[in-house]
């Protein structure tokens, strides 16, 4: 793969003024359960070279799985530059080195079918105990990733991946009420996946969620659980930090650099280097060192994350978040969002309520006007509380609000924040009166 | 093909084996503003191997072709780790068959300029017709060449064309931001760009005029509900659920989803139908080689069918309905939709508007999501009914439901079926798969509408 991605540059150089080889090749192992009972194991290969030149200071792109034409892949790209972006790309010209991230493990490496098996076979055991009405789907995944970015000016990276999840999903029907609990987990490292965490999540919500009982509509008191959060609110944000939606003037942030538009205790992170989570790497997809951006700094917008043309568009510095696939160009997107833990604790957040909503998960909340902060979803899985109490899940009941706009009274923070499929670190968030809507 | 097929499957342990081989072309365009942003071209080729032993699954996906036989054995090895009873696969056909695509305007002979010019002059159009603050043009089509084999003996190859187009206006006061958009997609049929003008302008005067909308008081409403926004919600709130690989294994899910069961007045009738000529979820043969059909889910108010692979209707002792479908080569086919829809009733639009005292017209969707029980999807643009006439703009308007209910609670069906082909349908980590949706406009008492 190397000295096919090297022959591509090669090539590429003599018709363009500057060229670009992304190159990935990718093992992924996925073993499922399903119905409680283990169905197939799978092995994905994948490989690709994807390639961005300059021809004349227009941009083209190019990529192709095949490694045995070099020259179409080339031709491909140099086709395409005709009608490409005018290149404003400060091109990287030095190689990054491989930091110690901690993101590969040969322990992940060397994990069989077999231990995946069992450690599916555990979740799902553990879980269904709880009732003979419980069905579990579980998967175990491994992902083994080499990646490796190279330009005609000298610039680029390279490092290795490895990944291993779990996600479990409990399903319970009554009559016809069907309920859905589902947690994952991922690590770059084996020995700190921990899929206990899971199976007590899972099995904990399912208690939880015996009883089903009313709300009403009103504006209430409601707290996000981390996953709520990350499902929920922070899409918006992805979209209203993004540095090429603010360049085009459609974030409401344009303009707003440096404005305390949010409680002061609000603070937000992109953060691309953390040791040992999936999203971390040296380098972004241009080849560009990863960093951590305070997006959101004490309740002001403080910085947008960028790619290297989106940079060169707004007269600003890549943050090191040209993120990639192989099919097309990179464009600006976050490595692992992080908002910083207050100091309430969640038992203390129920206890302030004396009637709310605790919501864990939605569906369809990021279906609206993101861009403008919307949110509005199904709670999916949710609690009503009753004098500092859950007293059991709600169903056929939305919540609505604008982000940005509730992020500037917000409650309360979390005092301590939780990792989200391996994407997101938020703690719980607690709202004084948002919309809650019901059957009724 | 044939023989590295024929010899990679030679003498292999399993009860069934099926490869796919896929080669594909891709464009993609993208305008941002007024900038052309990106245009690329890829080329895959890649192919997997599905094997059964026992009741166990193994999957291999590739990209070197070449080493068949190594990937046949390791799925068949994968197989043999996955102990559980026997599964029996409902008996198909064997088919030989080659099935070439086609289109009236053909992306294929459509040079890469026309196109570029074509969207280039539709994205000016945008800014032309209202003042927006950018606008977002995303443009792609694809030609994929398939093989299918097992081990049955059926050999198909298939091509199959695709095109989707979404022109986004967002338009900006002070802090407020909104957005409007068409969206339109083909069977690789360059002509569904044709003579969009109106479209693109209605499109972009939305976007300005949301920003005077007022939000809509959160509660339950009577909702009539147009064809754009219908489809997605009987591809949300009902198709999923009629996915027998839902159900299958879930004994209690089958009680909910007995064929017989009422699910709403006599006048519904729900329909998935892969047959429809130049539909963009229609297919000749599907990802095991089954036969597309058209296939009755809910027939006059009453459960009457489910979409199935080999495996979930001989589970289930049902007939075959040709809906195993992948997105490409990296996935294993699963039970997909095709094309589904509402079919027409007799009431006319005016008539079922001038029979709303207090109630919400929805029109269109920015997308839908469901959970089996309950469904959401947000609609793009909505209007107060009063007294039976239409009234002041919404916005933020976003539905939730129970499908059991609200299936129920389907009023009255207009006689005005329309189709979406912009939809790109997402299961299982599949997405977006090309589907489409129909409906006539509905009239809905009793949905939840999330708001201030």
Same mark, same amino acid.
């Given at each position: ?440 | ?74 799925? &068949?090895? +994968? /197989?043999? $780790?996955? *102990?559980?009873?026997?599964?029996? @696969? ?5 088919? =030989? ?79 407020? &931001?909104? +957005? /409007?958009? $068409?969206? *339109?997609?083909?069977?690789?049929? @360059? ?5 969009? =003008? ?255």
């Amino acid at each position: 793969m190397q000295s096919f991605a090297e022959q591509v540059l090669e090539l590429a150089s003599r018709s363009a003024a500057w060229a670009e080889v992304y190159a990935v090749t990718e093992e992924q192992t996925p073993v499922s359960f399903e119905a409680n009972r283990l169905r197939t194991i799978e092995t994905k290969e994948v490989r690709g070279v994807a390639l961005r030149v300059v021809v004349d200071g227009q941009i083209g792109f190019a990529s192709s799985s095949r490694l045995d034409d070099p020259r179409t892949l080339v031709e491909d790209a140099v086709a395409t530059a005709r009608f490409g972006a005018r290149s404003l790309m400060d091109y990287p010209t030095e190689l990054v080195p491989e930091a110690p991230l901690e993101l590969y493990d040969d322990d992940v490496v060397a994990l069989s079918a077999d231990e995946m098996v069992q450690m599916g076979q555990k979740m799902v055991d553990r879980v269904r105990r709880r009732g003979q009405d419980i069905l579990c789907d579980a998967d175990v995944r491994k992902e083994v990733v080499s990646v490796s970015v190279m330009n005609s000016s000298g610039g680029g990276g390279s490092y290795r991946l490895t990944v291993v999840s779990a996600g479990l999903h409990a399903n319970r029907v009554r009559g016809t009420d069907i309920l859905d609990v589902y947690e994952s987990a991922s690590s770059c490292h084996l020995k700190t996946l921990n899929i206990n965490t899971v199976m007590g999540a899972v099995g904990g919500k399912l208690d939880l969620a015996e009883e089903v009982v009313p709300i009403r509509t009103a504006n209430l008191p409601v707290i996000f659980t981390p996953k709520g959060v990350a499902m929920t609110l922070l899409n918006p944000f992805q979209a209203a930090l993004n540095g090429k939606l603010v360049q085009q003037g459609a974030s409401p942030f344009a303009g707003h650099l440096g404005e305390a538009m949010f409680d002061p205790s609000f603070c937000l992170y992109d953060d691309g280097r953390v040791p040992n989570v999936p999203s971390s790497a040296p380098c972004d997809g241009e080849g560009v060192p990863t960093q951590r951006t305070a997006l959101i700094e004490d309740g002001r917008v403080n910085a947008f994350y960028y790619d290297l043309q989106t940079a060169g568009l707004a007269g600003t510095k890549s943050t090191g978040n040209g993120e990639r696939s192989l099919g097309s160009m990179p464009t600006a997107a976050i490595h692992a969002l992080r908002i910083k833990p207050g100091k309430v604790s969640y038992q203390d957040m129920l206890a302030d309520m004396e009637e709310g909503l605790v919501v864990d998960q939605t569906m369809g909340a990021d279906m609206g006007n993101i861009l403008a902060g919307e949110f509005s979803g199904n709670v999916h899985l949710g609690f009503r509380v009753e004098g500092g109490r859950l007293v059991g899940r709600v169903k056929d009941t939305m919540v609505s609000g604008n982000v940005f706009r509730a992020l500037g009274q917000i409650g309360a923070i979390g005092d301590r924040a939780y990792w989200v499929g391996g994407v997101f670190e938020v703690p719980y968030l607690y709202f004084p009166a948002l919309s809650v809507s019901t059957r009724g | 093909m044939r023989d590295l097929i024929a010899e990679a499957l030679r003498g292999q342990k399993a009860g069934y084996i099926e490869v796919h081989i896929e080669e594909a072309e891709a464009t993609h365009i993208r305008f941002r503003g007024h900038e052309l942003e990106e245009v690329g071209r890829s080329r895959v080729r890649g192919g997997n191997v599905r094997a059964l032993v026992g009741g166990g699954w193994g999957f291999v996906s590739f990209n070197d072709v070449e080493q068949l036989r190594r990937h046949v054995e390791q799925a &068949v090895q +994968q /197989a043999a $780790l996955v *102990v559980r009873e026997p599964v029996t @696969l409902a008996p198909a056909p064997v088919v =030989q068959d080659v099935v070439g695509a086609q289109a009236p305007k053909d992306i294929r002979r459509e040079s890469l300029d026309h196109k570029v010019g074509l969207l280039q002059e539709y994205n000016e159009l945008l800014w032309a017709s209202a003042p927006l603050q950018t606008t977002t043009v995303r443009y792609g089509d694809s030609v994929r060449r398939t093989i299918f084999a097992d081990s049955e003996g059926s050999f198909v190859e298939q091509e199959h064309l695709d095109l989707s187009a979404v022109f986004v206006a967002v338009a900006r006061k002070n802090g407020d &931001v909104e +957005q /409007a958009f $068409l969206s *339109v997609g083909s069977k690789g049929d @360059l002509s569904v760009l044709d003579g969009r =003008q109106a479209d693109i302008a209605a499109a972009a005067r939305r976007a300005v005029d949301l920003l005077s909308a007022q939000r809509i008081q959160g509660g339950t409403y009577t909702v009539l509900v147009d064809p754009r926004l219908a489809g997605v919600f009987v591809h949300e709130a009902f198709g999923h659920l009629s996915e027998a690989d839902h159900v299958y294994e879930n004994p209690r899910l089958r009680e909910i989803m007995v064929l017989g069961r009422r699910f709403g007045k006599p006048f519904l009738n729900i329909v998935d139908n892969a047959t429809l000529p130049g539909r963009r979820g229609s297919y000749a043969y599907d990802a095991e080689g089954v036969p597309a059909a058209k296939t009755f889910l809910i027939r006059e108010g009453e459960l009457v069918g489910r979409l199935h692979s080999r495996e979930t209707a001989a589970k289930m002792g049902e007939a075959l309905t040709g809906n195993a479908r992948a997105i490409n080569y990296r996935f294993p086919p699963i039970v997909r939709m095709s094309n589904t829809y509402i079919e027409p009733g007799e009431t006319t639009f005016d008539q079922m508007l001038s029979g709303i005292d207090q109630g919400i017209y929805v029109k269109d969707s920015f997308g839908g999501q469901t959970s089996m029980e309950m469904f959401t999807f947000s609609a793009t643009e909505a209007f107060v009914i009063r007294g039976g006439k239409l009234a002041e703009p919404l916005r933020g308007v976003n539905l939730s439901g129970n499908v059991f209910q609200t299936l129920a609670n389907i009023e009255a069906i207009g006689n005005d079926l329309e189709w979406s082909e912009g939809g790109g349908c997402g299961k299982g980590g599949q997405s977006p798969l090309p589907v489409s949706t129909g409906s006539p406009h509905l009239l809905i008492r009793d949905v939840v509408i999330g708001g201030k």
